[in-house]
């Protein structure tokens, strides 16, 4: 069993910046993939950005050159740094730990760009 727990979400103007923070505990496997989803208002979730255990990172066409995922010294952590916001970022942000076919999911964090 995987606990993830997000945190670091927030209201910010456009054009600001935030940092969100998952923890992945309990039974983590060393080769496992980390992602940051999102779900705006009446629409799909999305896949945001995705990380391997081995640093593998790869990150929508949309949010190429504003987001960065990377992994903490602790392994099982993984943060989403965004810069340049737009009101189109506007979404519950969710974690995700994956190993083989298991997957496991954070609550989720709201993210709000508004001025």
């Known amino acids: 069993q995987v606990r993830v727990v997000e945190s670091g979400g927030g209201l910010v103007q456009p054009g600001g910046s935030l940092r969100l923070s998952c923890a992945a505990s309990?039974?983590?496997?060393?080769?496992?993939?980390m992602a940051w989803h999102r779900q705006a208002p009446g629409k799909e979730r999305e896949l945001v950005a995705t990380?391997?255990?081995?640093?593998?990172?790869n990150v929508r066409d949309s949010v190429k050159g504003r987001f960065t995922i990377s992994r903490g010294d602790a392994k099982n952590t993984v943060y989403l740094q965004m810069n340049s916001l737009i009101p189109e970022d506007t979404a519950v942000y969710y974690c995700?730990?994956?190993?083989?076919?298991?997957?496991?999911w954070g609550q989720g964090t709201q993210v709000t760009v508004s001025s």
């Open positions: 309990g039974s983590i496997f060393s080769v496992n993939v």
């Open positions: 995700r730990y994956s190993s083989g076919s298991y997957d496991a």
């Open positions: 990380i391997t255990s081995r640093g593998t990172a």
